[in-house]
């Protein structure tokens, strides 16, 4: 695509942005260039291209893809979203300190006080909802404000605008996971977030066949000193993951659209269930955050939670009966997974975090797949009647 490629829509650039014709042969799809090493032309005069650690083509489209989607202007791609976290916490100095929400993934918990405590990072996990509270939570030495949103697995939505300013006011930078509502639904830098961070497992790739990660941001020195730790610490894909991803993201709207109808129907459904208790869906209009949703996204997005109206044994009769939803962590697929976070997605966070967080042990995650819907409901049917009845 050409330098006026903002001028085009998202769904033509999640096609064509970073995707030249091959100038050799004019293949069309990027190639998997599968490479370690490039022939130089004379010693340390390369064509762009010297080791596949620093670069590798492939890489480099889908960089250029995914920040066109962000609409950021750089991108850098890791070997999963953990190693594009750890990318950002790589920016940190030991005395620093990070406030996060404290219903962020279990794996973004676990890195920040498993890996990084020992480094002398001090962690404060907040209820993001509430500006005062992360206000309150910052410190002269605060480097980092973490938002995830929607989260996971709680689905509530948090203000990036309003995070960032806070952040921005105590001199920390914002970072945005972006990995629940993709750029197709929200692109955080538009509300002032310095990085966004994805998981690309998960929509972006789409298919449940790759793992990968990346970071986007408009700031060119960050951008510099993640490429400078992507480099050093070597947590980055290989190109036949880099095409995977590729192939994804040409169809994420189209997917994005029916998991997001898909998604609204079944909480809409789950809802009215005499079974269910309560169903977080930033789409349902009782959803404490619906305004802000329907402000700073596009659509709802494909995964929603919700509790029986049970006993922790029914919940996991739930989980273990559906046959169209397979019981599986991880999201963003095109088949629909069901899923219990307290055992599995977010087992890693202690148990009375998690309870004070208000992820109780019967929550049921359920990410929604592109199938037909009646035959998710009719899946859901069978499960919760098998478990309640
Ligand atoms: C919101 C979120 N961020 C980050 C990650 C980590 O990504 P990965 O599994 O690709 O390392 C996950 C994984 O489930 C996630 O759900």
Same mark, same amino acid.
């Not at 010693?43 to 962000?70: I, M, V």
């Not at 790589?90 to 794996?107: R, W």
């Not at 459904?269 to 208790?277: E, G, M, Q, R, Y």
């Given at each position: 695509m050409t330098d006026d490629e903002d001028d085009f829509r998202i769904e033509t650039r999640a096609i +064509?942005?970073?995707? !030249?014709?091959?100038?050799?042969?004019?293949?069309l799809m990027t190639p998997?260039?599968?490479?370690s090493t490039y022939a130089q032309d004379? $010693?340390?005069? +390369? /064509?762009?291209? !010297?080791?596949s650690r620093t670069g590798n083509p492939t890489r480099t489209d889908l960089e250029e893809n995914l920040a066109s989607l962000e609409g950021g202007e750089y991108g850098r791609c890791f070997s999963s979203g953990m190693g594009a976290i750890n990318t950002v916490l790589n920016l940190l100095e030991s005395g620093d300190h990070v406030v996060a929400g404290d219903d962020v993934y279990g794996g973004t918990h676990r890195i920040f006080t498993r890996v990084y405590e020992k480094y002398d990072v001090a962690f404060d996990f907040v209820d993001t909802t509430d500006h005062d509270a992360v206000r309150e939570a910052m /410190?002269?030495?605060?480097a980092l404000v973490w938002v995830e949103t $929607?989260?996971?697995?709680? #689905?509530n939505v948090n203000d990036i605008a309003a995070l960032a300013d806070v952040a921005h006011e105590g001199g920390a930078l914002c970072a945005v996971d972006n990995t629940f509502a993709t750029p197709y639904l929200q692109r955080p830098l538009e509300f002032g977030a310095d990085v966004v961070c994805h998981s690309l497992t998960k929509y972006l790739g789409g298919h449940s066949d790759v793992v990968g990660g990346a970071l986007i941001t408009d700031d060119a020195e960050l951008d510099e000193r993640f490429g400078f730790y992507q480099n050093s610490v070597g947590a980055t894909p290989g190109p036949f993951d880099c095409f995977l991803v590729l192939r994804g993201t040409k169809t994420l709207p189209v997917r994005m659209d029916r998991h997001c109808d898909n998604a609204r129907e079944l909480a809409r459904w789950l809802d009215d269930?005499?079974?269910?208790d309560r169903v977080y869906y $930033? &789409?349902?209009?009782?959803?404490?955050?619906h305004d802000l949703a329907a402000a700073q996204m596009d659509d709802f997005g494909g995964m929603l939670s919700f509790e029986l109206d049970g006993t922790l044994e029914q919940a996991s009769e739930v989980v273990e009966t559906t046959e169209v939803f397979a019981?599986?962590?991880?999201?963003? &697929?095109?088949e629909s997974l069901i899923e219990q976070p307290a055992a #599995?997605?977010?087992?890693?966070?202690?148990r009375e975090e998690r309870r004070a967080a &208000?992820?109780?042990? &019967?929550l049921i995650r359920v990410s929604v797949g592109v199938e037909h819907v009646e035959d998710l409901k009719a899946d859901l049917e069978r499960a919760l009647d098998a478990a309640t009845n």
């Amino acid at each position: 695509m050409t330098d006026d490629e903002d001028d085009f829509r998202i769904e033509t650039r999640a096609i +064509h942005a970073g995707q !030249e014709p091959d100038p050799e042969t004019g293949a069309l799809m990027t190639p998997i260039y599968a490479n370690s090493t490039y022939a130089q032309d004379a $010693p340390g005069e +390369h /064509r762009g291209y !010297e080791y596949s650690r620093t670069g590798n083509p492939t890489r480099t489209d889908l960089e250029e893809n995914l920040a066109s989607l962000e609409g950021g202007e750089y991108g850098r791609c890791f070997s999963s979203g953990m190693g594009a976290i750890n990318t950002v916490l790589n920016l940190l100095e030991s005395g620093d300190h990070v406030v996060a929400g404290d219903d962020v993934y279990g794996g973004t918990h676990r890195i920040f006080t498993r890996v990084y405590e020992k480094y002398d990072v001090a962690f404060d996990f907040v209820d993001t909802t509430d500006h005062d509270a992360v206000r309150e939570a910052m /410190r002269e030495e605060t480097a980092l404000v973490w938002v995830e949103t $929607p989260t996971n697995p709680l #689905m509530n939505v948090n203000d990036i605008a309003a995070l960032a300013d806070v952040a921005h006011e105590g001199g920390a930078l914002c970072a945005v996971d972006n990995t629940f509502a993709t750029p197709y639904l929200q692109r955080p830098l538009e509300f002032g977030a310095d990085v966004v961070c994805h998981s690309l497992t998960k929509y972006l790739g789409g298919h449940s066949d790759v793992v990968g990660g990346a970071l986007i941001t408009d700031d060119a020195e960050l951008d510099e000193r993640f490429g400078f730790y992507q480099n050093s610490v070597g947590a980055t894909p290989g190109p036949f993951d880099c095409f995977l991803v590729l192939r994804g993201t040409k169809t994420l709207p189209v997917r994005m659209d029916r998991h997001c109808d898909n998604a609204r129907e079944l909480a809409r459904w789950l809802d009215d269930h005499p079974a269910v208790d309560r169903v977080y869906y $930033p &789409g349902l209009e009782s959803h404490p955050q619906h305004d802000l949703a329907a402000a700073q996204m596009d659509d709802f997005g494909g995964m929603l939670s919700f509790e029986l109206d049970g006993t922790l044994e029914q919940a996991s009769e739930v989980v273990e009966t559906t046959e169209v939803f397979a019981l599986a962590e991880s999201l963003g &697929g095109v088949e629909s997974l069901i899923e219990q976070p307290a055992a #599995m997605t977010h087992a890693a966070i202690p148990r009375e975090e998690r309870r004070a967080a &208000g992820l109780t042990d &019967g929550l049921i995650r359920v990410s929604v797949g592109v199938e037909h819907v009646e035959d998710l409901k009719a899946d859901l049917e069978r499960a919760l009647d098998a478990a309640t009845n």
